[in-house]
């Protein structure tokens, strides 16, 4: 029997499929959460209706520069859990420096077969 021709199949192909995506777009931001909180960024809850609202309008997925009282600040927003990651410029800067340690990391752990050599 081909597995192509049955439907069930190939809904169950595509539903595990479609789970797989959403596990690596979660299992990335954890990872981004945790880099966050080990260069030093703190959690931070929003406590009043304007400061949720304020959450909500920053960009998704992204670190976001503020300045207020002639401060920088960095906020990594993750408002499904109501909460946002805040950091100065010491802080984004160590978190900038675990990112560039981590693709560089990626990039030696490659196996060599994946990496092309000019002849």
């Known amino acids: 029997m081909n597995p192509f021709?049955?439907?069930f199949i190939l809904?169950?192909?595509?539903?595990?499929?479609?789970v797989g995506c959403a596990s690596t777009t979660q299992t990335s931001t954890q990872n981004k959460e945790s880099m966050l909180v080990a260069a030093g960024f703190k959690t931070v809850t929003p406590?009043?209706?304007a400061q949720k609202q304020k959450l909500q309008n920053l960009p998704p997925g992204k670190i976001a520069m503020i300045q207020k009282s002639g401060r920088t600040y960095y906020v990594y927003p993750?408002?499904?859990n109501n909460q946002a990651y805040?950091?100065?410029p010491a802080e984004y800067q160590?978190?900038?420096?675990q990112r560039a340690a981590n693709k560089l990391a990626r990039r030696i752990s490659?196996?060599?077969s994946s990496t092309r050599?000019?002849?």
């Open 47 to 49: 406590k009043t209706a």
């Open 11 to 18: 809904v169950l192909a595509v539903a595990i499929a479609m």
């Open 86 to 88: 805040v950091g100065g």
């Open 94 to 97: 160590a978190y900038q420096q």
């Open 5 to 7: 021709k049955s439907p």
């Open 117 to 119: 050599i000019p002849r």
């Open 78 to 80: 993750d408002a499904p």
């Open 110 to 112: 490659k196996p060599l």
